[in-house]
């Protein structure tokens, strides 16, 4: 049987999406009971930038598995610099049964996945975060019950890993997303496309706004993510002045449906994307949000690299 990776969201299908949410669902419920899924298997964890949720949410499900985890720092690995991509892959094949990786840009976790013959999965890349999406999913679903005539507003920078992953996501379990940037940060032009193209088949309208009021008005879900991602640090102040307007607060989030839940991926900047009002207040599930990460990525690993369902 060909191996899978999830490089991008849309690598799995809705019906592969739901079932994912369903084992996450039963794994949260077992809180964190050992099981042997992954025994005898080991795990590379290929990272190029900084990161809390996703490895320790990695490290720990994979433990939880039954398998074995070797986190390899950035100044290891030196991806494309110390040796080549391909050179990476097919080494790591040799070692290990999957590979989760955090890479500065798309193509290299693609080709990660092109040259490994073992599972990749994409930790966050330039591009996307599907791991992230999939958490959001399962913390959307367990607030609301199910995605239907419910809309997410994303506000801030559109042209990111999180925005795209949460559109294509949101497109394919038909959840309605409208997202509010400044001009210049809208998202990825092929990427609206796709998931325009995937609302299609679940009914999720999809919006790209300028404006903050408008996508959060009636919105069930408000989400923020930092203004600078990670690898943007130099453009700071340019970036802090043209979102100033952006960001979540008490006045913005009057507007929204008045049981919403406010969502981060993590890490945040009280006083910049979101208020200290808001992000540490009733509406909060930001916590909830980044253990889903644990249970989700959990299912995927059972999906990709286990037996599968539960
Ligand atoms: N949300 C997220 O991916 O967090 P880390 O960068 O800490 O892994
Ligand atoms: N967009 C952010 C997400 C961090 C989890 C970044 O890439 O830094």
């Avoid at 042997?36 to 996703?54: D, H, I, Y």
């Avoid at 997202?179 to 609302?199: E, F, M, S, W």
């Avoid at 919006?207 to 009636?218: F, I, N, R, T, Y």
């Avoid at 993590?266 to 979101?274: I, K, N, T, Y």
Wanted: glycine fraction near 8%; proline fraction near 3%.
């Amino acid at each position: 049987m060909k191996k899978r990776d999830l490089i991008n969201i849309e690598d799995f299908s809705e019906k592969e999406i739901g079932e994912i949410l369903s084992v996450a669902r039963s794994l949260k419920w077992k809180k964190g009971r050992r099981s042997q899924e992954l025994a005898g298997k080991s795990v590379a964890l290929v990272f190029q930038k900084p990161s809390n949720r996703t490895r320790v949410s990695f490290e720990v499900g994979i433990w939880q598995l039954g398998g074995n985890c070797v986190y390899l720092n950035p100044q290891e690995i030196q991806l494309g610099v110390r040796e080549t991509v391909a050179d990476v892959a097919k080494t790591l094949s040799r070692f290990v049964d999957g590979i989760v990786a955090r890479t500065n840009t798309h193509e290299d976790v693609e080709g990660l996945a092109r040259f490994a013959s073992v599972p990749v999965i994409n930790g966050l890349s330039d591009l996307q975060h599907p791991c992230q999406a999939l958490a959001d999913l399962l913390t959307v679903q367990e607030k609301f019950k199910n995605f239907k005539d419910l809309t997410l507003a994303y506000v801030g920078d559109g042209n990111n890993n999180v925005c795209h992953s949460l559109l294509l996501g949101a497109a394919l379990v038909g959840l309605n997303m409208n997202v509010a940037t400044p001009g210049d940060y809208a998202p990825n032009k092929t990427i609206v496309q796709k998931a325009q193209r995937l609302a299609k088949a679940t009914g999720a309208k999809i919006l790209c706004s300028g404006s903050p009021q408008e996508a959060v008005s009636g919105a069930h879900v408000i989400y923020a993510d930092t203004f600078v991602s990670m690898g943007q640090e130099a453009e700071t102040a340019a970036r802090l002045k043209t979102f100033k307007d952006f960001q979540v607060n008490e006045q913005l989030a009057k507007l929204a449906y008045k049981n919403y839940v406010f969502m981060h991926c993590l890490p945040a900047h009280r006083g910049q994307e979101v208020t200290e009002a808001i992000i540490d207040g009733k509406h909060s599930v930001i916590f909830d949000q980044a253990e889903n990460r644990l249970h989700a990525q959990k299912a995927v690993l059972k999906f990709l690299l286990g037996k599968g369902k539960e």
